[in-house]
Nanobody
Framework: QVRLVESGGGLVQAGGSLRLSCAPSGRTSRSYTMGWFRQAPGKERDLVAA????????YYGDSVKGRFTVSRDNAKNTVYLQMSSLKAEDTAVYYC????????????????????WGQGTQVTVSS
């Protein structure tokens, strides 16, 4: 089992920045692709960004390209989502997720591709 704990959410004004962190624990010896999803009220849970185990491959949703950056520090066993130029429409609960899939990262863009989930952290952007 892998347990994921997110942190770093909060309230920020439009145009501001936040950094989310995700710290996996448990059976982390395997190579997991990590994803950040978000879900706003009444909407589906969508992939925002994902990063391969090595960090060499990343994926970004169209709505966040150029504004968000996903990274990981395997020595610290932590994955980050740096969010800049935040907009009101970025308001959502953000979830960290992990998949052991060996398929290319672009094949792991649906929520049901991921095996483990964090509890979520609220990000609210005021306009």
């Amino acid at each position: 089992q892998v347990r994921l704990v997110e942190s770093g959410g909060g309230l920020v004004q439009a145009g501001g920045s936040l950094r989310l962190s995700c710290a996996p624990s448990g059976r982390t010896s395997r190579s997991y692709t990590m994803g950040w999803f978000r879900q706003a009220p009444g909407k589906e849970r969508d992939l925002v960004a994902a990063i391969s185990w090595s960090g060499d491959n990343t994926y970004y949703g169209d709505s966040v390209k150029g504004r968000f950056t996903v990274s990981r520090d395997n020595a610290k066993n932590t994955v980050y989502l740096q969010m800049s130029s935040l907009k009101a429409e970025d308001t959502a609960v953000y979830y960290c997720a992990a998949t052991s899939s060996v398929h290319p990262i672009v094949s792991n863009i649906r929520a049901d591709n991921y095996d483990y989930w964090g509890q979520g952290t609220q990000v609210t952007v005021s306009s």
